[in-house]
């Protein structure tokens, strides 16, 4: 059974840092694709960024030059460094991992709570 399990999240101050991570375990398939997407209350959930096999990426654009999507493929694993976060960053992330097959499949972690507050 396939399983993601993200880490990481926590309480920080506006203009704080942090890393999340998120690790893949009971694959035999690397997937085709991982990326982070993240739901505040009472919205819906959005694409934070995503991260390709071969390394491509796209970001959305609220968080573009402050966080940062990077996968170790050899350990099924992608991470999210988010810099100079602000109060509007504060969701739940979601880990996704895409694997290609005749359909998409999609794999979903358990979410990790960000909240950034003074």
């Known amino acids: 059974q396939v399983q993601l399990v993200e880490s990481g999240g926590g309480l920080v101050q506006p203009g704080g840092s942090l890393r999340l991570s998120c690790a893949a375990s009971g694959s035999s398939f690397s997937f085709n694709a991982m990326g982070w997407y993240r739901q505040a209350p009472g919205k819906e959930r959005e694409l934070v960024a995503r991260?390709?096999?071969?390394?491509?990426?796209n970001y959305a654009d609220s968080v573009k030059g402050r966080f940062t999507i990077s996968r170790d493929n050899a350990k099924n694993t992608v991470y999210l460094q988010m810099n100079s976060l602000k109060p509007e960053d504060t969701a739940v992330y979601y880990c996704?991992?895409?694997?290609?097959?005749?359909?998409?499949?999609?794999?979903w972690g358990q979410g990790t709570q960000v909240t950034v507050s003074s």
């Open positions: 991260i390709t096999s071969d390394g491509s990426q």
């Open positions: 996704r991992g895409s694997y290609y097959t005749r359909q998409i499949l999609y794999y």
